[in-house]
């Protein structure tokens, strides 16, 4: 969602804001803007659609040392030029960029602002106006604290004040915010791709707190005005992973990557053949009487799976909506573990889970593929997925990690048994290696079975659970209306929507089930619909049209989603569509 980049220093802000911008592009946005100080005026340019837009319209003669970027994923109006960001207040003394969303601005507006002339539709200009408003009777720290205390909602703020060209001002709660730090520069960011052509020092900023951004210096401020010391760290990023080389799409790399990730966790998760995870991690694990996986879209799906392996060390496992469970928590089982999945760490659904299961006092682990990440920081443990930079808004290779991670995880907890995972994921990655390789198949297929607006993947056992994702796959990248059922449901409902030429997909790798889907995938084909089959080798027909070499049945979903990547991905590519950033989605949910 909505990305910000500041900077301030001794040399033109322009094409750093710009490049910082085109790295956050992958979050997801509809329009951009910047906002150039050059001592005498703030400049801002700004327009709706790509970066590349935005470049057209920056004037290349303005020059400023100081400059805020923002790309806005539209909450509060619609995605126009008038409500891009940065906006100005009314005497254009304050310049202010922002992502998150304002939950009390209609009453901002009626207690504070009844008099003032917005030119936008958003929560935004709401907090430029009221920093202006309270910068007539506070010097501008106080203001700021006030901001604070009046704003209920998230917002990551970057704020220009026109009488002093010298500093930049950060605020956050809720939302994502990190400062970046150079020798003779300062920078802000959304993340750390935002910073990583400038800089690798990073620090946190937490909630409530704000910063004080100049030349040479950070001073970070709690809600009351104290300063508070906090130490850069280095970012675990390398910017060459962030390239997306000869590839087409990032997506598509990102496919290709994962038999590297799945050696990449044995590496890192296997001693000496044995399973290592920290002691600390594996004892609240092992205290746990209940857990509660907690995660967003295909980060749930993959808990979905999690759910079936950890619940084979005999813990019960639930795995619930982040959105849902903070507002309609169930009961909490006594000796519960809060495990919290997702790639980005900085979905907002489930930090706000992560803030109120903390304070009621229950152990967090967090399984994310951004080290430093809120999900990742605020947690008691992390386990970290080792997936590489993911930038395609469709997961792949994070939603294989997690699955592994989890694999990985409930095989320790197990203890002792004959089960050699580490040599079951090395078959893992021989596997995808060959799926990937057949890449000319799967488009042939998307053309010849992705033909409607609509298509079903159905499966049992896990395969629901594959089915689920690979139709949240295919709807988000090619808009096509997909659903996955568990195949015995059809017959429920879902059964009337066949008719003549219905993409069914089946996918089959469970062998106590593999008669009962293949009954179902008749039923459908007896009224007309289509069906393409996905099976495991030792279950197959030779009129499957996707037969894949078996592996463990317990690690079946990180194989059988590869085929339905691909589908998805040749699916949106026949239609021309923008694969890496489909339409109305965002890469980081940063917003409830
Ligand atoms: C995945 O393809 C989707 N873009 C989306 O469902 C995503 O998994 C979800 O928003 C959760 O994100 P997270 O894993 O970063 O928390």
Not at 305 to 316: A, H, V, W
Request: glycine share 6%.
């Amino acid at each position: 969602m909505c990305g910000i980049v500041g900077f301030i220093g001794h040399v033109d802000a322009k094409e750093i804001l710009l490049t910082g911008l085109e790295r956050l592009e992958y979050r997801g946005y509809d329009s951009a803007g910047i906002a150039l100080f050059d001592q005498d005026a703030v400049h801002v340019f700004k327009d709706k659609g790509r970066i590349a837009n935005l470049r057209s319209v920056v004037d290349p003669q303005v020059k400023g040392t100081v400059g805020m970027g923002h790309t806005r994923w539209a909450t509060h109006g619609k995605p126009t030029q008038r409500n891009a960001h940065p906006h100005q207040s009314s005497t254009g003394r304050f310049t202010l960029v922002h992502n998150g969303v304002i939950e009390n601005e209609i009453e901002l507006r009626e207690t504070y602002l009844s008099d003032y002339a917005f030119q936008s539709d958003t929560d935004t200009e709401v907090i430029v106006a009221l920093i202006e408003k309270l910068a007539l009777t506070h010097d501008l720290a106080t203001a700021i604290q006030c901001l604070i205390e009046k704003l209920h909602g998230s917002y990551a703020l970057g704020i220009i004040d026109h009488e002093q060209p010298d500093v930049l001002y950060a605020v956050k709660n809720k939302s994502p915010l990190l400062l970046g730090k150079g020798e003779t520069f300062q920078m802000m960011g959304s993340d750390a791709m935002a910073m990583l052509h400038c800089t690798d020092q990073l620090i946190e900023i937490h909630d409530k707190e704000y910063v004080r951004i100049e030349k040479e210096r950070l001073t970070i401020y709690d809600a009351t005005g104290q300063v508070v010391n906090r130490t850069p760290f280095v970012a675990q990023i390398d910017a060459t992973e962030i390239e997306k080389g000869t590839y087409a799409h990032y997506m598509l790399k990102e496919i290709d990557e994962q038999p590297v990730v799945m050696r990449r966790l044995i590496d890192t998760y296997f001693k000496a053949g044995q399973i290592d995870i920290d002691d600390a991690i594996l004892a609240t694990v092992e205290q746990a009487k209940r857990m509660y996986i907690i995660a967003a879209g295909t980060s749930m799906h993959a808990g979905w799976i999690g759910k079936q392996l950890l619940e084979g060390t005999g813990t019960p496992t639930e795995v619930h909506i982040a959105s849902e469970f903070v507002y309609n928590t169930p009961i909490i089982t006594e000796g519960a573990l809060f495990i919290f999945l997702s790639q980005s760490g900085e979905t907002a659904d489930s930090r706000a889970v992560l803030v109120k299961m903390k304070a009621l006092g229950y152990p967090c682990l967090t399984l994310t593929n951004v080290a430093g990440s809120t999900l990742s920081r605020e947690a008691d443990h992390t386990l970290l997925l080792h997936a590489g930079p993911e930038i395609a808004v469709a997961s792949t290779k994070a939603y294989t990690a997690t699955v592994a991670v989890l694999a990985i995880l409930a095989t320790r907890l197990a203890g002792e048994s004959d089960f050699n995972l580490a040599h079951e994921l090395a078959v893992v990655a021989t596997v995808m290696e060959s799926l990937i390789a057949d890449k000319e198949m799967y488009s042939q297929l998307a053309r010849t079975y992705l033909t409607a607006h609509h298509a079903f993947y159905i499966g049992r056992h896990v395969d629901y659970y594959t089915a689920l994702e690979a139709a949240l796959k295919l709807k988000e990248i090619s808009y096509i209306q997909a659903e996955g059922f568990a195949a015995g449901e059809l017959k429920h409902g879902t059964i009337a929507l066949i008719e003549d030429q219905t993409p069914v997909i089946g996918i089959i790798s469970q062998a106590a089930v593999h008669l009962n889907t293949r009954s179902n995938l008749k039923e459908v084909e007896a009224r007309g619909a289509k069906t393409l089959t996905i099976s495991f080798k030792s279950l197959s027909l030779a009129s499957d049209q996707v037969i894949i070499d078996d592996v463990h049945p317990l690690l079946a979903p990180l194989i059988t989603c590869i085929p339905t990547q691909l589908l998805a991905y040749y699916g949106a590519l026949h239609r021309q569509l923008d694969i890496d950033k489909p339409r109305n989605l965002a890469k980081s949910v940063t917003v409830e």
